[in-house]
Nanobody
Framework: QVHLVESGGGLVQPGGSLRLSCTAS????????MGWYRQAPGKERELVAI???????TYADSVKDRFTISRDNARNTVYLQMSSLKPEDAAVYYC?????????????WGQGTQVTVSS
């Protein structure tokens, strides 16, 4: 099993910055990709950013040029650096890990961390 724990959420003013962290433990050698999703009240959960084992990254159009996903392999940790935050970025942010077992994918989720953007 893979266990994910997020941290770094909080309250920030519009235009401010936050860095989220996600530390993985367990069978981490099976993880093919990790990413961040977010869910605002009344909305569907959406992909924010993802980074593969090879280092390739993908971002939602709404966060391009403002958010950066990165990883620290030595600490089994993935980060989401968020800059120029907007009120519409407010949501619960969830860390995600994807494991490929043959032809089937398994998703693992963290507990979520709240990001509030308000003046």
């Amino acid at each position: 099993q893979v266990h994910l724990v997020e941290s770094g959420g909080g309250l920030v003013q519009p235009g401010g910055s936050l860095r989220l962290s996600c530390t993985a433990s367990g069978s981490i050698f099976k993880i093919n990709a990790m990413g961040w999703y977010r869910q605002a009240p009344g909305k569907e959960r959406e992909l924010v950013a993802i980074i593969t084992s090879g280092g390739s990254t993908t971002y939602a159009d709404s966060v391009k040029d403002r958010f950066t996903i990165s990883r620290d392999n030595a600490r089994n940790t993935v980060y989401l650096q968020m800059s120029s935050l907007k009120p519409e970025d407010a949501a619960v942010y969830y860390c995600n890990a994807k494991e490929l077992n043959g032809r089937a994918w398994t998703d693992y989720w963290g507990q979520g961390t709240q990001v509030t953007v308000s003046s």
